[in-house]
């Protein structure tokens, strides 16, 4: 690993914007590392990036490792975030602990995320050497909570999520991320803490940007308001394989070049 905690900081202090990026598997994790992109979160929205859930609530810590340990084989040198997925902290602290100290143990993560405002347990993970990225807004495991992917923070609950993002920094969270609040939020906050804020749709403010990975790259048959895709790879997908199947059927593959004699 050569990214660390603390060259995100220094990024924020030298004013230099940084990327994260979901990943899921190795060769992914490998292409991101390689292209430079010093952040690798394995989201819990792995459960519908990778594994076809229709939310994150059903992913299991055991199927979050089996993902996390791919990726930190694929990465040389970005800091790999592991993160927790629902019901595996909010039991309770001990809980939360030892499920925290597994994506380090088994996962060869080199920090968590954790949602919503868990200023205890962050505090007690970073006083155990465990760096944690917090994640305020939008909180996708509370969605039945929240009435569905609803933009956050609007009107009077915007000092509710300010107050959530400084317990978080004063616990010791290392970076947070900021999803889908109003951009003037993500401004503001990012303006009244030292820890970097990492947004989704939280506008340009932010001092880093983070997109899932099947957004970005075009996978995602709906994605939402706040992803941008900058490749199509459904069409160049589908496309292949139809090309592939076509040169098959006219008995053009295999061709001398790719046959043994
Ligand atoms: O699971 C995830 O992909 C996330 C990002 C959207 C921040 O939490």
Redesign the pocket.
Known sequence: MSVTIHDLRAYKAAGKRFV?L?AYDFPTAQILDQAGVPVL???????Q?ALGYES?LPVTMEEMLHHTRAVARGARNALVVG?MPFLSYQTSLEEGIRNAGRFLKEGGAHAV?I?GPQVELTHKLVDLGIPVMA?VGLT?QSVHELGGYKVQGRGETAARIQDQAHALEKAGAFAI?L?AVPAELGADITGNLQIPT?G?GAGPGCDAQ???INDLLGLTEKPPKLAKAYANLRRAIADAVRAFAEDVENGTFPDEGHSYH
Request: proline content about 4%.
């Open positions: 994260m979901t979160l394995v989201g819990d929205s792995l459960a990036g994150t993160d995320k949602e994640h996708p991320v999803e990492i989704i983070v997109l899932v």
